[in-house]
């Protein structure tokens, strides 16, 4: 490893023995870097690398911190991760998302309350009303999901498939889903998640969002594939 990353194992350790608790302020920067056996130069690399991935943040004039630990922030680097893929790459999340998506979404039929129904609910008439407007659709469709996911309670999964279903691929499908005029069909398989959930019943929830889920991965492996195809009208010199 580098020094730099050595000294970020070393800062990652104290919070994990507890040391450095969420929400401990970092001790004063030479002192920290005298205890750690470090550079100034070389603890401040250190802090920047874990500011990035949400372990601490700075607060101005008051010192550095640790964050809060929660699954939602530090994962939050999943989703932007997700935005930068393209082409296969892409297809492997869709494939990861078919694995979890489905049991996520079992899970949350079996654990959803009456509120949180009512906020799926609420969206899914949202994007029924909203069928040619592709950014109202992303937006219900995105919030449709993260109900989902948060009623299964387990804020690890909820953070991690939020960050998976990336809302740029969803306005992307939802582009050419409409252009293809069969965004209806895309917004009966959300009916479908729904009554599955309202039935408390997990193995249809499951099978719904199966199908769900491999209509974008269906449409993107076709787009891709035509993406990808040489132009018909192109002279090869």
């Known amino acids: ?33 005298t205890s750690l056996g470090l550079s100034r130069n070389l603890l401040r ?40 893929m393209q082409g296969d790459d892409l297809l492997e999340i869709t494939e990861v998302r078919r694995l979890f998506e489905p049991v996520a979404t079992g899970l949350a039929a079996s654990r959803i309350s ?11 008439n949202a994007m029924i009303g909203a069928q040619d407007d592709v950014e109202m659709l992303t937006h219900h ?9 948060e ?8 953070a991690l498939l939020t960050g998976i279903a990336s809302r740029t ?3 992307r499908v939802w582009r050419g889903l409409l252009e293809g005029n069969v965004a209806g069909r895309t917004v009966a398989e959300h009916v479908s998640i729904y009554r599955a959930l309202e039935a408390g019943d997990v193995a ?5 969002a199966l199908m769900h889920v491999s209509t974008t991965e269906t449409w993107l492996r076709e787009n891709l594939v035509r993406s990808s195809a040489p132009d018909p009208d192109e002279r090869v010199i």
């Open 45 to 84: 690399e250190a802090v920047r690398s874990l500011v990035t991935t949400r372990v601490l943040e700075v607060r101005r004039g008051d010192g550095t911190y640790v964050t809060s630990l929660e699954p939602a922030l530090l994962l939050e680097g999943v989703g932007v991760a997700v935005e930068m």
């Open 169 to 171: 691929v969803r306005a």
């Open 151 to 158: 009623a299964t309670g387990n804020q690890s999964l909820c």
């Open 1 to 33: 490893m580098s020094l730099t990353e050595q000294a970020i194992v070393r800062i990652r350790q104290l919070i994990k023995d507890g040391m450095l608790p969420p929400g401990a302020r970092l001790p004063p920067e030479q002192d920290l870097a």
């Open 204 to 208: 249809l929830a499951q099978a719904a």
């Open 114 to 124: 009456a509120v949180q129904l009512a906020e799926v609910h609420r969206h899914l």
């Open 141 to 149: 469709d995105d919030a449709f999901h993260r109900a989902v996911f």
